[in-house]
């Protein structure tokens, strides 16, 4: 695990706001090494054969509690989102699920009033640690929003490339880190001849893996998607669904979804939560099929939410 995956990597590229109003991405900021790993081939900016491989990283949750103010959103929950495997998160509207994921990556923090206890253990480093460098987190833990936000002023490419130019490759190495995010996100064949043109005038579902594809550029450890679908079609929520189920061979994935079938259909495990505390977690079959809480069966069959 890492929380500075490269020393050529300085800069903050997780979008911290949704629907940002213009094109500059995220300040740059310098990082500090906090713990180390052995260098895999694409921290050398060598060809990556290690795309297929086990390569994810386990986020612990312990008794993690949120506030906003003095209200409590998230009571004390312990929780284990596995390396390669989708970890879905389901419950009714507002019982804080987004308010949970943003903790993980340090977000929550940055709301006026909101503050977090407990731990987040990124393997073995707790993310809360005195003298680990926030925009490191960030950079290790990328997230992906409801609706898809990329910056509205930039080309296909600069979307992509955004992150990573601010750490000062190269232009060439930086046609390749574009079209393999972009490849890896499933977008490079549409794409491939337009990469010129305004993200924006993609389609919505062709935004969201755009990006996808911004968010796995700079090489982050763990992935949050927080209703990745929702604003979008059958068919692009498809190949959403697709993509994800093909990156959890690379990444852990965090799945914030209100859409039992997804859920269903693409996360391995599933967690169920209830006025800010975690119900139930077990494989997602047993959610649906058998739970242990009477709460969760009511829940997954649509009695209630
Ligand atoms: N910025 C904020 N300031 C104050 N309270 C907030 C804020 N954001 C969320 N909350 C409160 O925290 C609780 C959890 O909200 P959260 O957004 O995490 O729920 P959620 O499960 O993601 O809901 P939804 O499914 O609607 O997205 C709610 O009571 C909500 O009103
Ligand atoms: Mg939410």
């Known amino acids: 695990m890492t929380m500075n995956p490269s020393a050529d990597t300085g800069s903050e590229t997780v979008t911290t706001d949704p629907t940002p109003a213009d094109s500059t991405p995220p300040a740059v900021a310098k990082t500090t ?22 390569d994810g990283h386990l986020v612990s949750l312990k008794g993690l ?34 308010t949970l ?37 960030r950079r290790s833990i990328g997230m992906v929003f409801q609706k898809p936000n990329p910056f509205p002023t930039m080309s296909i490419f600069d979307n992509v490339a955004s992150g990573v130019r601010l750490s000062g490759k190269r232009t060439n190495d930086l046609k390749d880190v574009v079209e393999r995010s972009l490849r890896g996100a499933g977008l490079w064949e549409e794409v491939k001849d337009r990469l010129g043109e305004a993200g924006l005038g993609l389609s919505g579902g062709q935004q969201q893996r755009l990006c996808i594809a911004r968010t796995i550029a700079v090489q982050p450890e763990v992935i949050i998607m927080d209703e990745p679908c929702s604003a ?29 079938q997804q859920a269903a259909r693409i996360a391995d495990r599933t967690a169920f939560m209830l006025t800010g505390e975690m119900v139930e977690f077990a494989d997602t079959e047993k959610i649906f099929t058998n739970p242990d809480d009477e709460r969760t069966e009511d829940y997954v069959t649509g009695k209630f939410g």
């Open 65 to 98: 509690r949120a506030f906003y103010g003095d209200s409590e959103a998230v009571k004390g929950v312990d929780l284990e989102f596995e390396p390669n495997r989708v970890t879905a998160m389901i419950g009714p509207s507002g019982c804080g699920k987004s």
């Open 232 to 260: 979008l079609d059958p068919i692009a929520t498809l190949r959403v669904e697709e993509l994800i189920s093909e990156l959890k061979r690379r990444y852990t994935i965090i799945l914030v979804t209100h859409n039992m």
């Open 101 to 137: 994921v943003r903790c993980i990556n340090r977000m929550h923090e940055e709301i006026p009033g909101a503050r977090a206890e407990g731990g987040v253990l990124l393997d073995e480093q707790d993310v809360y640690a005195d003298k680990v460098d926030v925009v490191a987190v």
């Open 33 to 54: 090494p906090i713990a180390t790993r052995a260098p895999k081939p694409h921290d050398r900016g060598e060809p990556d054969s290690t795309v297929d491989s086990a």
